[in-house]
């Protein structure tokens, strides 16, 4: 704004003070120059920093927390105490340390201790009875229970006996059961993906020595040994968490909101760029000079805004990951759990009009398609009298009349998206989200006297441009009248009933000839985009005044101390617990308690059938069912998963347990290899493979890293730990910059623990002490290698693993994902489907009411939104690692994934907008019930409500392409998409004049508009998924053809 760019004038001129006149003119002092070009310039590296890097102040807080935790775990080893506490484990407790993610906001934090906390304790009883079976093995077997022998040590001062195959063979069956387990249950509810994989590090450390302990003293101390040492590394990350550079999950929240309204503003502005840009430009086919100076096809500023919706769109995501632990956290605060909850959504509201706009140019697109207008020439500045054809001359005239439109529409358009900007601002300052713009940056040159942003009184100046906008809309329709020569008196919007005006002779044409249609949706269009402006604009005055509301009530004002409820607390630990696969559509449950209104809910709702048993009747059947639920868990993907993880687990671990070869495994540390296989594994071979390459790759640097750490000081150990700490803020950085590559960032930090922390143990404790466990002592420059074998090894192991006996791959589940997509795609077109209708009606009631059908509507909109959004943010992601399964046979088609997948994203950003546009008939009703004086309205929800402005036949057609892509089946015969613009002609036919210029200027018209255009965008996807469909499973033909002898064309069909 033009106030920021006087700021370092204005503080110039005051910091100089008064200066020498030249001639009259006043010149600030010489010496300051430098002293001010510095002040400049480090703003500008700053931000350049950040702007490469991503590191800002808070991110650096968070690198220097995570790389904090396991650098005072190592260092507290110098200590005498510490070291004879831990002996030869206290390398653990640094990796526990990484492992507890200490960078993680507080709520999220506690949570994820908590698990670690419980699981590690039941993991080291089932250890417990573990290693108790395999001592009974031992004593069962031996006269001579006293032995003590020569196979290793498990820890300083424990003596263990020679080896016993029972205890061996006892050890192993457990460890097979205990990494099943484990990685079953990882499986199933990946939300303990971390916990599962410190459990496995418990299990196979403590199993490596099971068979050797000759009696349950033994085998207790070792284990008591363990736990110390996994429970410190979480006591150290939880201090280092909850009290270096604290992090609040309310902050994050908070920072999330800013950036929300950030990128808002920055969506707007973009929106705006692309309008100007519509002035000059062939819309239907616009281009663009690249850097290499070539004309290509494509809207720079379309992109931008495009690239602008994308980054909100993550950026929404993201919050909504946030929100539920910034709600369930105690803390001093303004805003409580509820607050933070409506704001959101308020948020979430206004996003969703400005998505409509971002998908302008898509519409300009699917127009020239339809036409079969040539995208890749400009007549932008191309004349009429140049012309060839019919075609090319409507062209032409479309692209003349719209650069005449956006003209006209500039004025309108730049006002009231600075209104939106100059709102959001406003709502920023209120939640003390940005800072309270000085009193000097008012602009007094135009002697602006209105509130500004953050001031008293400006809600009541939004409301006022907002009105005046929506009154200019009456000017924009009178000018496209008499562009398309429609001639108007001067008050015909005042009374058009009872108004003449001169029709031209194209408006006495039938309703589908060309120029009609032609003209009427550009008048759509024009619609369009001033419906949705006006609705972000409407949508953020809501906004302004909940805001308002909380700073009157004072709650903005005062911090006091915030605690969830009890209900929000029993929520948690069922969404802590819970799975999500086995539900009945968690995704699309709604409250169904008792009350006024029911909503009742379909067959899809509730839990599937199953078309062999009918429900249990008797006890007997009940209580056998609970067979069937154990039959279908072992023949569940995840208990595959468990299975594949637990023989690549144990085809190495065998070593161990082998008379001949269990003194080798120990010394040479092979267990390492072991431990990879068990955390590292994924279901899928693609998905497998990346991650087994990144850790690699991650291994290999961070190994060279340790040597720089430990050489470059000559192995002081004060230097030596200084490295490390620096050195591992590489890897927090992968971890919150890069989640991309994540496996890097996690493995390296374990890797350099591992090494330095592994050699600065031996230096404290002395190599008699450390190789007392029957690991043979190497220098850091062989140790730093055998880390970089064990873990190639293992993971080449668990790759085999991974495709034998057959491979679990991406293409699979990406069909998979398709399918769940698809049908939830049918739901929430099913949903909107009903709330269409019911708006239609006037049957949606107090929205704000938890019993109205209208709450429960929407609540159910939302809930199966997420689920679409994030399904379809995953199969995205699932299909990037298509490219790194191993191919055989036929190459996957991934460009047809990829184009359905985008195509269904399209279909659902159209569903939202047509629910949307839907939304404006609630709101033109009054709490009576009655429309607001508006008989015009009456009419149309009448005709709209007979002529379905939604289909079922949609909703049936989404779940047959759910159906066959899930199966791999072929698609039913004669399937079709409904055709678009049949309920324009449909309402002319029931209706001529509902449609006519004399309503143009009536509320629900621009609703209409945008469902119209909304609708023909969304059938125009949904073709474009079923030819998709249709290319990947077939169709099912089941037609007679009688096809001549003569001729080799099918001459008849029956």
């Given at each position: 704004?033009?106030?920021?760019?006087r700021?370092?004038?204005?503080r110039?001129n005051?910091?100089?003070?008064p200066?020498?006149?030249?001639?009259?003119v006043?010149?600030?002092p010489?010496?300051n120059?430098?002293r001010?070009?510095?002040?400049?310039?480090?703003?500008?590296?700053?931000?350049?920093?950040?702007?490469?890097?991503?590191?800002?102040r808070?991110t650096?807080?968070?690198?220097?927390?995570?790389?904090?935790?396991?650098?005072?775990?190592?260092?507290?080893?110098?200590?005498?105490s510490?070291?004879?506490?831990?002996t030869?484990i206290?390398?653990l407790v640094g990796?526990?340390?990484?492992?507890?993610?200490?960078?993680q906001?507080?709520?999220?934090?506690?949570?994820?201790?908590?698990?670690?906390?419980?699981?590690?304790c039941?993991?080291?009883?089932?250890?417990l009875?573990?290693m108790?079976?395999s001592?009974?093995?031992?004593?069962?077997?031996?006269?001579?229970?006293?032995?003590?022998?020569s196979?290793?040590?498990?820890?300083?001062?424990i003596?263990t006996?020679?080896?016993?195959?029972?205890a061996?063979?006892v050890?192993?069956?457990?460890?097979?059961?205990?990494i099943?387990?484990?990685?079953?249950?990882?499986?199933?509810r990946?939300?303990?993906?971390?916990?599962?994989?410190?459990?496995?590090?418990?299990?196979?450390?403590?199993?490596?020595?099971?068979p050797?302990?000759?009696?349950?003293?033994?085998?207790?101390?070792?284990?008591?040994?363990?736990?110390e040492?996994?429970?410190?590394?979480?006591?150290?990350?939880?201090a280092?968490?909850?009290i270096?550079?604290?992090?609040?999950?309310?902050?994050?929240?908070?920072?999330?909101?800013s950036?929300?309204?950030?990128?808002?503003?920055?969506?707007?502005?973009?929106?705006?760029?692309?309008?100007?840009?519509?002035?000059?430009?062939?819309?239907?086919?616009?281009h663009?000079?690249?850097?290499?100076?070539?004309?290509?096809?494509?809207?720079?500023?379309?992109?931008?805004f495009?690239?602008?919706?994308?980054?909100?769109?993550?950026?929404?995501?993201?919050?909504?990951?946030d929100?539920?632990?910034?709600k369930?956290?105690?803390?001093?605060?303004r805003?409580?759990?509820?607050?933070?909850?409506?704001?959101?959504?308020?948020?979430?509201?206004?996003?969703?009009p400005?998505?409509g706009l971002?998908?302008?140019?898509?519409v300009?697109?699917?127009?020239?398609?339809?036409?079969?207008?040539?995208?890749?020439?400009s007549?932008?500045?191309?004349?009429?009298?140049?012309?060839h054809g019919?075609?090319?001359?409507?062209?032409?005239?479309?692209?003349?009349?719209?650069?005449?439109?956006?003209?006209?529409?500039?004025?309108?358009?730049?006002?009231i998206?600075?209104?939106?900007?100059?709102?959001?601002?406003?709502?920023?300052?209120l939640?003390?989200l940005?800072?309270?713009?000085?009193?000097?940056?008012?602009?007094?040159e135009?002697?602006v006297?209105?509130?500004?942003?953050?001031?008293?009184?400006?809600?009541?100046?939004?409301?006022?441009?907002a009105?005046a906008?929506?009154?200019?809309?009456?000017?924009m329709?009178?000018?496209w009248?008499a562009?398309?020569?429609?001639?108007?008196?001067?008050?015909?919007f005042h009374?058009?009933?009872?108004?003449?005006?001169?029709?031209?002779?194209?408006?006495?044409h039938?309703?589908?000839?060309k120029?009609?249609?032609?003209?009427?949706?550009q008048l759509f269009?024009?619609?369009?985009m001033?419906?949705?402006?006006?609705?972000?604009?409407r949508?953020v005055g809501?906004?302004?005044?909940?805001?308002e509301?909380?700073?009157?009530?004072?709650?903005?004002?005062?911090?006091?101390l915030?605690?969830?409820?009890?209900k929000?607390?029993?929520?948690?630990?069922?969404?802590?617990?819970?799975?999500?696969?086995?539900e009945?559509?968690?995704?699309?449950?709604?409250?169904?308690?008792?009350?006024?209104?029911n909503?009742?809910l379909?067959?899809?709702?509730?839990?599937?059938?199953?078309?062999?048993?009918?429900?249990?009747?008797?006890?007997?059947e009940?209580?056998?069912d609970?067979?069937?639920?154990?039959a279908?868990f072992?023949?569940?993907?995840?208990?595959?998963?468990g299975?594949?993880?637990?023989?690549?687990?144990?085809?190495?671990?065998?070593?161990?347990?082998?008379?001949?070869?269990?003194?080798?495994?120990?010394?040479?540390?092979?267990?390492?290899?072991?431990?990879?296989?068990s955390?590292?594994?994924?279901?899928?071979?693609?998905?497998s493979?990346?991650?087994?390459?990144?850790?690699?790759?991650?291994?290999?640097?961070?190994?060279l890293?340790?040597?720089?750490?430990?050489?470059?000081v000559?192995g002081?150990?004060?230097?030596?730990l200084?490295?490390?700490?620096?050195?591992?803020?590489?890897?927090?950085?992968?971890?919150?910059k890069?989640?991309?590559?994540l496996?890097?960032?996690?493995?390296?930090?374990?890797?350099i623990?591992?090494?330095?922390?592994?050699?600065?143990?031996?230096r404290?404790?002395?190599?008699?002490?450390?190789t007392?466990?029957?690991?043979?002592?190497?220098?850091?420059?062989?140790l730093?290698?055998?880390?970089l074998?064990?873990?190639?090894?293992g993971?080449f192991?668990?790759?085999?693993w991974?495709?034998?006996?057959?491979?679990?791959?991406?293409?699979?589940?990406?069909?998979?994902?398709l399918?769940?997509?698809?049908?939830?795609?049918?739901?929430?077109?099913?949903?909107?489907?009903?709330?269409?209708?019911?708006?239609?009606?006037g049957?949606?009631?107090d929205?704000?009411l938890k019993?109205?059908?209208?709450?429960?509507?929407?609540k159910a909109?939302?809930?199966?939104?997420?689920r679409?959004?994030?399904?379809?943010?995953g199969?995205?992601?699932?299909?990037?690692?298509?490219?790194?399964?191993?191919?055989?046979?036929?190459?996957?088609p991934?460009?047809?994934?990829?184009?359905?997948i985008?195509?269904?994203?399209?279909?659902?950003?159209?569903?939202v907008?047509?629910?949307?546009?839907?939304?404006?008939?609630?709101?033109?009703?009054?709490?009576?019930?009655?429309?607001?004086?508006?008989?015009?309205?009456?009419?149309?929800?009448?005709?709209?409500?007979?002529?379905?402005?939604?289909?079922?036949?949609i909703?049936?057609?989404?779940?047959l392409?759910?159906?066959?892509?899930s199966?791999?089946?072929?698609?039913?015969?004669?399937?079709?998409v409904?055709?678009?613009?049949?309920l324009?002609?449909?309402?002319d036919?029931m209706?001529?004049d509902?449609l006519?210029?004399?309503?143009?200027?009536?509320p629900?018209?621009?609703?209409?508009?945008?469902i119209?255009?909304g609708?023909?965008?969304?059938?125009?996807?949904?073709?474009?998924?079923?030819?998709?469909?249709?290319?990947?499973?077939?169709?099912?033909?089941?037609s007679?053809?009688?096809?001549s002898?003569?001729?080799?064309a099918?001459?008849?069909?029956?």
């Amino acid at each position: 704004m033009d106030h920021n760019s006087r700021t370092p004038e204005y503080r110039s001129n005051s910091r100089n003070g008064p200066g020498h006149e030249v001639d009259g003119v006043q010149q600030p002092p010489a010496r300051n120059d430098h002293r001010r070009s510095m002040k400049e310039l480090l703003p500008s590296l700053k931000q350049r920093w950040t702007a490469v890097t991503g590191i800002d102040r808070r991110t650096y807080m968070q690198m220097f927390k995570g790389a904090l935790a396991p650098t005072v775990a190592i260092a507290a080893y110098q200590a005498t105490s510490y070291a004879d506490t831990f002996t030869t484990i206290g390398y653990l407790v640094g990796v526990m340390a990484v492992l507890s993610f200490p960078i993680q906001p507080r709520a999220k934090f506690l949570q994820t201790m908590l698990v670690n906390l419980l699981t590690t304790c039941l993991g080291c009883a089932v250890t417990l009875l573990a290693m108790y079976c395999s001592v009974r093995a031992r004593l069962n077997t031996e006269s001579n229970t006293a032995a003590s022998g020569s196979s290793a040590a498990a820890a300083a001062g424990i003596a263990t006996s020679p080896y016993n195959p029972s205890a061996s063979a006892v050890a192993g069956i457990w460890l097979f059961a205990m990494i099943y387990a484990i990685s079953a249950f990882r499986a199933k509810r990946p939300q303990f993906t971390i916990p599962g994989i410190i459990l496995a590090i418990f299990a196979n450390v403590s199993m490596v020595y099971a068979p050797q302990f000759s009696s349950m003293a033994l085998a207790q101390s070792f284990a008591q040994r363990l736990l110390e040492a996994f429970l410190t590394g979480f006591a150290i990350s939880t201090a280092c968490s909850l009290i270096v550079f604290p992090l609040t999950s309310r902050q994050v929240v908070f920072n999330d909101m800013s950036g929300y309204i950030v990128s808002l503003r920055g969506a707007i502005k973009a929106n705006l760029d692309y309008m100007h840009s519509l002035e000059d430009t062939d819309v239907f086919a616009p281009h663009r000079v690249n850097t290499a100076g070539e004309e290509v096809a494509g809207s720079k500023e379309a992109d931008a805004f495009k690239d602008k919706m994308h980054g909100l769109a993550a950026l929404h995501g993201k919050t909504s990951t946030d929100l539920p632990f910034a709600k369930r956290e105690v803390a001093i605060g303004r805003l409580g759990p509820d607050d933070l909850q409506k704001v959101f959504r308020m948020l979430r509201i206004v996003m969703l009009p400005v998505l409509g706009l971002s998908c302008m140019s898509d519409v300009f697109q699917r127009i020239a398609e339809e036409r079969g207008w040539d995208r890749a020439k400009s007549f932008a500045n191309i004349p009429l009298s140049e012309a060839h054809g019919e075609e090319e001359k409507m062209r032409i005239e479309s692209v003349i009349e719209w650069h005449g439109l956006m003209k006209r529409l500039r004025e309108p358009f730049e006002s009231i998206s600075n209104t939106i900007d100059e709102g959001l601002e406003h709502v920023a300052i209120l939640l003390q989200l940005a800072p309270t713009p000085s009193r000097w940056s008012v602009d007094e040159e135009n002697n602006v006297s209105d509130p500004r942003p953050g001031e008293k009184g400006f809600s009541a100046i939004y409301d006022r441009r907002a009105i005046a906008f929506l009154d200019s809309k009456k000017e924009m329709l009178r000018a496209w009248c008499a562009m398309h020569d429609i001639e108007l008196p001067g008050d015909f919007f005042h009374n058009p009933d009872c108004k003449d005006f001169k029709a031209p002779p194209w408006m006495n044409h039938a309703s589908l000839s060309k120029d009609r249609k032609r003209l009427r949706r550009q008048l759509f269009m024009c619609l369009y985009m001033e419906f949705l402006l006006f609705n972000t604009a409407r949508r953020v005055g809501d906004l302004i005044l909940h805001v308002e509301e909380l700073q009157a009530s004072g709650k903005l004002k005062r911090n006091r101390l915030v605690v969830p409820g009890y209900k929000r607390l029993r929520k948690w630990v069922k969404s802590t617990i819970a799975s999500r696969e086995g539900e009945a559509h968690d995704d699309q449950q709604i409250d169904t308690e008792t009350n006024n209104t029911n909503v009742y809910l379909g067959e899809a709702y509730k839990q599937k059938k199953d078309p062999e048993h009918l429900p249990p009747a008797n006890a007997w059947e009940r209580g056998s069912d609970l067979l069937r639920v154990v039959a279908h868990f072992l023949a569940s993907p995840a208990s595959n998963f468990g299975a594949r993880v637990a023989c690549a687990t144990l085809s190495i671990a065998i070593v161990g347990y082998l008379r001949d070869t269990q003194a080798f495994f120990t010394t040479q540390r092979i267990f390492w290899a072991q431990i990879m296989i068990s955390i590292s594994m994924n279901p899928s071979a693609g998905q497998s493979l990346r991650n087994f390459v990144l850790r690699i790759l991650g291994t290999f640097v961070f190994m060279l890293l340790s040597w720089v750490a430990f050489y470059i000081v000559d192995g002081k150990t004060a230097g030596v730990l200084v490295f490390y700490f620096i050195f591992l803020h590489l890897g927090v950085y992968v971890i919150l910059k890069r989640p991309e590559i994540l496996p890097v960032g996690m493995i390296g930090q374990i890797t350099i623990t591992l090494i330095l922390g592994y050699e600065l143990q031996v230096r404290q404790i002395g190599v008699e002490v450390a190789t007392s466990n029957g690991q043979a002592y190497y220098p850091i420059y062989i140790l730093a290698p055998i880390r970089l074998a064990t873990v190639c090894g293992g993971l080449f192991l668990a790759w085999i693993w991974t495709v034998f006996p057959y491979p679990i791959t991406e293409h699979s589940q990406l069909r998979q994902g398709l399918g769940r997509s698809l049908y939830l795609l049918a739901n929430y077109y099913s949903v909107v489907h009903e709330s269409v209708r019911t708006r239609l009606r006037g049957g949606e009631g107090d929205i704000t009411l938890k019993d109205s059908p209208g709450y429960k509507l929407d609540k159910a909109r939302q809930k199966v939104y997420s689920r679409c959004s994030t399904v379809l943010t995953g199969l995205r992601t699932q299909a990037s690692f298509v490219k790194f399964d191993i191919p055989i046979g036929g190459k996957f088609p991934r460009e047809r994934y990829q184009a359905i997948i985008a195509q269904m994203q399209s279909a659902l950003d159209f569903m939202v907008l047509v629910s949307l546009a839907s939304s404006a008939f609630n709101d033109l009703q009054q709490p009576d019930g009655r429309d607001h004086g508006s008989e015009w309205l009456a009419n149309f929800r009448r005709l709209v409500d007979d002529a379905h402005v939604t289909s079922e036949a949609i909703t049936t057609l989404l779940a047959l392409m759910s159906a066959s892509v899930s199966n791999g089946s072929a698609l039913p015969p004669y399937l079709r998409v409904p055709e678009p613009y049949q309920l324009t002609q449909r309402l002319d036919e029931m209706d001529r004049d509902i449609l006519s210029v004399r309503h143009i200027a009536e509320p629900g018209y621009s609703s209409f508009a945008v469902i119209q255009i909304g609708t023909k965008c969304m059938l125009d996807d949904l073709r474009k998924i079923l030819a998709g469909v249709k290319e990947l499973v077939g169709e099912l033909d089941f037609s007679y053809h009688v096809v001549s002898t003569a001729d080799s064309a099918r001459e008849d069909s029956v």
